[in-house]
């Protein structure tokens, strides 16, 4: 399987029970290709001029991402209506070619930090 860029993920306690909303931490800091990436399909707002490049992508009842090129971390809130393997297809997107992927060390498959909902 190929190596990914994402390091860790973790649930963000949020008061809407209807809504999954993860953080991702990745390896490497986030880049506009990944960003790229995650908007395929998708909705991208790029804010490129803002002192921290902004950028938030939504993919239509799927889910809502946004963070800051340059930044190691980025937020994602899955919807209520999703499809049921939403989470999966996003951090597959993340994987890395072999030659560009960080060593194995650093990273993780794709099914060791997959969430639940």
């Given at each position: 399987?190929?190596?990914s860029?994402?390091?860790?993920?973790?649930?963000?306690?949020?008061?809407?029970?209807s809504?999954?909303?993860r953080?991702?931490e990745?390896?490497?800091?986030?880049?506009?290709?990944?960003m790229?990436?995650?908007?395929k399909?998708a909705?991208?707002?790029?804010?490129?001029?803002f002192?921290?490049?902004?950028?938030?992508?939504?993919k239509?009842?799927q889910f809502?991402?946004q963070?800051?090129?340059?930044?190691?971390t980025?937020?994602?809130?899955?919807?209520?209506h999703?499809?049921?393997?939403?989470?999966?297809?996003?951090?597959?997107?993340?994987?890395q070619?072999?030659?560009?992927?960080?060593?194995?060390?650093e990273?993780?498959?794709?099914?060791?930090?997959?969430?639940?909902?």
């Open positions: 399987m190929s190596a860029c994402i390091k860790s993920i973790s649930t963000v306690e949020d008061c809407l029970d809504t999954a909303v953080e991702v990745l390896v490497i800091p986030l880049n506009k290709e990944l790229r990436r995650m908007a399909q909705k991208l707002k790029y804010y490129p001029h002192p921290r490049p902004y950028f938030r992508i939504e239509s009842q809502v991402a963070g800051v090129i340059g930044n190691r980025f937020r994602v809130t899955f919807l209520p999703r499809d049921k393997d939403a989470m999966e297809q996003l951090w597959k997107c993340l994987e070619s072999p030659k560009a992927a960080p060593s194995p060390g990273c993780l498959r794709p099914s060791d930090h997959a969430s639940k909902p």
